[in-house]
């Protein structure tokens, strides 16, 4: 079965600090791996993608096969990085249910 | 339109009463999915469709939730004889991916339905 997990429902920084969001995977197949961003008062969006491999807004993620995990990664949290953050693992290669995890809500204190 | 539609953005319905949720996905979108959202929870599953087509219905939680979208675009998600634990955000997406994976997916703003 399917399953994405995000172990911190809360996570506090000070502005300029590092920050990692956890994810971890249960998906017997190849997946694809997303984060989606949800900011006050907005609807939820895609904020990067593993097959990208791209950068977005400075946050980074790594697909880890070995130890099922997709962490969101940024070197220096800034204020505005205040949100809601879902980890969410599609099926490559037939399949269309998204999953996503429970959410990790990131505040970022000046 | 600029982006997922949904309405009505609240409803509030007593118990037993049926409720219809609608949502207008991106034009030329092909994939339209369904998700419940508790509080404090993240979006679940519901049901998933391509075009007119009902692929997937794994997720409706019971014979109450019935969805459709019969011209392949505009879907209505109806729940039957509300329930409590009905209460939920029900977000509507939509995607231009079809087939092999489902790509990225595009949020409406949500239906808040509290259920008395």
């Known amino acids: 079965a399917q399953r994405v997990t995000q172990p911190e429902k809360l996570l506090s920084v000070f502005k300029g600090a590092p920050v990692e969001l956890k994810c971890n995977y249960s998906?017997?197949?190849?997946?694809?791996l997303f984060w989606y961003v949800q900011y006050s008062r907005q609807r939820l969006q895609l904020l990067l993608r593993?097959?990208s491999r791209e950068s977005i807004k400075g946050f980074t993620a790594d697909l880890n096969k070995g130890e099922t995990s997709f962490h969101l990664k940024k070197p220096f949290a800034q204020e505005e990085d205040s949100a809601m953050y879902y980890c969410?693992?599609?099926?490559?290669?037939?399949?269309?249910?998204?999953?996503f995890g429970a959410g990790t809500r990131l505040f970022v204190k000046a | 339109g600029a982006g997922v539609s949904q309405s009505p953005r609240y409803k509030v319905a007593k118990r037993g009463q049926d409720v219809a949720l609608r949502c207008d996905p991106i034009?030329?979108?092909?994939?339209l999915f369904w998700y419940q959202q508790a509080l404090g929870q993240g979006p679940e599953f519901l049901t998933y469709?391509?075009?007119?087509?009902?692929?997937?219905k794994s997720g409706l939680p019971s014979d109450r939730f019935f969805a459709e979208r019969p011209e392949g675009s505009v879907s209505t998600l109806k729940i039957q004889r509300t329930q409590q634990e009905d209460s939920a955000v029900y977000l509507c997406?939509?995607?231009?991916?079809?087939?092999?994976?489902?790509?990225?997916?595009?949020f409406g703003e949500g239906s808040r339905l509290t259920v008395l």
């Open positions: 034009s030329g979108h092909v994939s």
């Open positions: 997406a939509s995607s231009l991916a079809q087939g092999s994976n489902t790509g990225e997916l595009f």
């Open positions: 593993h097959i």
């Open positions: 998906y017997s197949g190849s997946p694809e």
């Open positions: 469709f391509q075009n007119e087509a009902q692929l997937d």
């Open positions: 969410a693992l599609s099926p490559l290669g037939g399949g269309f249910k998204t999953i």
